[in-house]
């Protein structure tokens, strides 16, 4: 009878209470070292069960009472108590930031709704994760993004308030359209860029020698390998040849094209694959180029499932003034090229926290609804 009496409704403190907004950070934090984790593993394809959490340079198997979230790396002050190796700071960084933005969310949304708090709270867990892991690889994986849409259509059927609505199936309904209008809206626009910005022309000071390895376009200044050129089997790379060089013969004056699923020189034709080295003499090449990833597409749809169609409207436009902030910046500051590559899925999850945390009432504020 005393446990029964102890998990009634009244003895417990109200959503609102200081216990449950530190009890947010500690999960957060807890649910970020589990992130860090996910960050690592998988666009590296590994198990994220198996091995246990372990030192990725001695391979030492971390105990519980050294996996602390924050606290850990702090007392080791970021290195392995093992080997001595140095321990990246992105995963004390992770742990704090998921921790703050669980307190953030339960905030805003725990004292009205704690259901809506812990489904937002473990949507802004996956927004994080392919943030970091966009970062770093320039990829989102589709166990983030597809398995996002399928998890904002099952919380939006289990949780229709997530969308401001009392019955499941216009939860349900407003969780897909808001993802069509999401995954749509960001094809467009990546077929748009793809029109204005899909070329790059990279100009050489003369008659140039540049080499196609089997892995790599050499040019004088730098190498670029061909999975930061070719993201779709359509890409080409196309110049003018003074001269082409094959390990068995010789072109001269001829129009070079060489895409993942074929090599065309002049009038004819070859498999790429058989091509394992090729010189070619060239004044300019022209590169293909992508305005951003597939990636992002299904990232804007898992948006749109959780969130609806008003918040796509509203992460596409924060995330592009952002972007072309930092973007402008860093070209301002020489960390970064125009024709350089950068990670546009950062940008679509902050909106997308911006809107969680109170974007609906600021659009209507805007416009004085």
Known sequence: M??????????????EAPLWAAVAFVLGTVVGSFLNVCIYRMPRGLSLVSPPSHCPHCQYRIPWYLNI????????????????????ARYFWVELLTGLLFLAVWWRHGPG??????VYGVFVAGLIAASFIDFEHYIIPDEITLGGVGAGLLASFLVPALH???????????????????????????????????????????????????????????EIPYEEIFYRPTDTIRLWARRVELVDRCYRDVEVRLSPERLRIGNEELDPGGVVYMEVWTEKLVLPREAMGLGDVKFMAAIGAFLGWPAVLFGLMVS???????????????????????????????AAVLWILGGREWVGWWFGA
């Open 320 to 350: 592009s003034l952002v972007g072309s902030i930092v973007g402008l910046t860093a070209v301002v500051l020489r960390r970064r090229e125009w024709s350089s590559r950068m990670p546009y899925g950062p940008y679509l999850a902050l």
């Open 2 to 15: 005393a446990v029964e009496a102890a998990l009634r409704a009244e003895y417990w403190p109200g959503p």
């Open 69 to 88: 979230p924050l606290v850990t790396w702090l007392m080791l002050r970021g290195r392995c108590r093992n080997c001595g190796a140095p321990i990246a």
């Open 164 to 222: 401001g609505q009392s019955s499941v199936a216009t939860g349900l309904r407003e969780a897909m359209v808001g993802a069509a209008v999401g995954a749509g809206l960001m094809y467009g626009v990546l077929r748009l860029g793809k029109l204005m910005f899909g070329r790059q022309r990279v100009d050489l000071a003369g008659p140039t020698r540049v080499v196609f390895s089997e892995t790599a376009l050499h040019l004088p200044d730098r």
């Open 113 to 118: 709704s704690p259901v809506v708090a812990v």
